[in-house]
């Protein structure tokens, strides 16, 4: 079977199916007001065998359906889960001078700048926000098929190179989240290639792919760094293909990196 007959009948199969009746295509968080969405079991190519040596091999990857968070969790979202349990404002470890918008006074973000990404957060802070929340971090799997679909597309919106209409890189600051919604991946997930680099739940290995489950995989048991998804605001369109692989120590606090929930389909 040619590779363009495996895409279209892979197509087929995404759109051809839908939740069953019990399943809620969308759910809306009761604690940060997100809103997440279905994504159907199923098998996407993931990898890219084009892209950098830790992007291969591309290899096939069947996942259990799951839900995604639309957007990256945002300042404002934040600052709820900051006044009702405590926990440390966000901080960039790494230099901003000059960077006011990402300053927070009182447990509060940047006017104007609510409804934009949170980032100066650590994995384990990330953490703490999804327990918060009745949520977790995605697989990196899973962020990789919700940022690409089942067409083995090369950024979210297809395979045309980024242009500003549809993701924020190579700037000077974040964007409000939504803001393109031109490049919006196959399911309706916004803000996954540009704007903040996301972290998942997953170790970093640069050889995972040669020898990762072929079903569900959650990375390799034990490492060092974590990996970090998607590309950001200062990145270059090099960046933002939806197989890039980044890693940062999950300590570390930058002022590109933010995160999105995910949820168990029988949650």
């Known amino acids: 079977m040619s590779k363009q007959r495996r895409t279209h009948d892979k197509r087929l199969q995404e759109l051809n199916h839908p939740p069953s009746p019990d399943v809620e295509s969308a759910k809306r968080n009761e604690k940060d ?7 159907p079991s199923g098998d996407f190519e993931m990898g890219y065998e084009e892209g950098r040596e830790n992007e291969q091999l591309a290899h096939n990857i069947s996942l259990s359906a799951f839900y995604m968070d639309i957007y990256p969790v945002t300042n404002a979202q ?4 900051l006044q009702e349990t ?6 960039s470890t790494v230099w901003d001078e000059g960077e006011e918008w990402n300053i927070w006074t009182d447990k509060l973000p940047p006017a104007d700048y609510e409804n934009h990404p949170v980032v100066g957060v650590s994995w ?3 953490q703490e926000y999804c327990r918060w929340a009745g ?3 995605p697989s990196e799997a899973e962020w990789e098929k919700a940022a690409r679909g089942m ?9 045309e190179k980024p242009d500003k209409k549809r993701a924020s890189y190579d700037g000077m600051t974040t964007a409000e ?4 919604e031109a490049g919006q991946s196959p399911y309706g997930i916004s803000d996954m290639a540009g704007n903040v680099c996301e972290w998942v739940n997953d170790w970093y290995d640069s050889d995972y792919y040669l020898e990762c489950p072929s079903v569900n995989p959650e990375g390799p048991d034990e490492g060092i760094f974590r990996v970090v998804r998607g590309g950001s605001w200062n990145n270059k369109p090099i960046a933002l293909r939806a197989s890039k692989r980044f890693l940062r120590l999950p300590s570390i606090r930058h ?6 929930c995910a949820l168990d389909a029988g949650s």
Do not use: C, T
């Open 135 to 137: 949520k977790r971090l």
């Open 151 to 159: 067409d083995e597309r090369i950024y979210p919106w297809g395979n």
């Open 86 to 91: 405590g926990h440390r404002v966000p901080q």
């Open 255 to 260: 002022n590109s990196v933010g995160f999105r």
């Open 177 to 180: 989240i939504g803001s393109k």
């Open 124 to 126: 384990e802070d990330a």
């Open 33 to 39: 007001g997100g809103v997440s969405l279905w994504l």
């Open 78 to 81: 934040y600052a709820k889960f």
